[in-house]
């Protein structure tokens, strides 16, 4: 079955540490996209890209970096310059930008915890 | 700009009784218009959505929306909820152009 695949479920960062949560699909999706979740906040947007070797800056994006060098595959790196990193990050794609009318598929997650 | 908002943060409901969970939207123009459920540790998963047509939109699992412009909400509805509806259920908004945004959810409690 087509999905998204996210891993690894829990990851534990270090302070001053550098960490990055994979995120692959198989739906052959264009556009792709990374959110952080904190409670009572909703969801806020890190990243998104809709196409191979371009991405753009989300709401949040500050201390985060992200590549996008196969449709497949849209990566994020939490950077030491995140100070509050510790949350539930998601990924999630659609066919294209214009195609968000039709819902966005997500991953099942990566929970990220300073230690 | 556009904005979504839940009033209520935490519901609890008796399993049988009828549900429906609040949502409202500010944009000028009809938006596309989203329910989505996450289980505990979780993705989210989409219910529903509504773009044009009949404001009275099918989703999954017997859950239902209705699209009231007058109102400028789209709350969604189940007629007899079961334990396993238990869950955290976002609504989210889209003008076409701009990024998707979510409110910041309702969690659903379930009591025999």
């Known amino acids: 079955d087509g999905g998204i695949t996210q891993s690894p479920k829990y990851l534990f960062r270090k302070e001053g540490q550098n960490v990055t949560l994979s995120c692959e699909q198989n739906l052959n999706h264009d556009a792709m996209y990374w959110y952080r979740q904190d409670p009572g906040q909703g969801l806020r947007l890190i990243y998104y890209?809709?196409?191979?070797?371009?991405?753009q800056k989300g709401d949040i994006a500050e201390g985060y970096s992200v590549s996008r060098e196969k449709k497949e595959s849209f990566p994020l790196t939490v950077t030491s310059a995140q100070k509050n990193p510790t949350a539930f990050y998601l990924c999630?794609?659609?066919?294209?930008?214009?195609?968000?009318?039709?819902?966005?598929?997500f991953g099942s997650g990566t929970r990220l915890t300073v230690v | 700009a556009q904005s979504v908002t839940q009033p209520d943060i935490h519901i609890t409901v008796s399993e049988g009784a009828s549900l429906e969970l609040r949502c409202n939207y500010s944009?000028?123009?009809?938006?596309?218009l989203f329910w989505y459920v996450q289980s505990p540790g979780q993705g989210l998963q989409l219910l529903l959505k509504?773009?044009?047509?009949?404001?009275l939109v099918q989703g999954i699992k017997g859950f239902e929306a209705e699209f009231k412009r007058s109102q400028s909400s789209f709350n969604l509805r189940k007629p007899s909820v079961h334990w396993s509806d238990a869950a955290e259920y976002f609504c989210?908004?889209?003008?076409?152009?701009?990024?998707?945004?979510f409110g910041t959810g309702t969690k659903l409690q379930v009591i025999p």
């Open positions: 989210a908004v889209w003008s076409g152009y701009q990024k998707v945004t």
């Open positions: 944009y000028g123009a009809t938006p596309y």
């Open positions: 890209s809709q196409i191979v070797n371009d991405f």
């Open positions: 509504y773009f044009s047509g009949d404001t």
């Open positions: 999630a794609s659609s066919i294209g930008l214009r195609d968000r009318r039709l819902g966005y598929t």
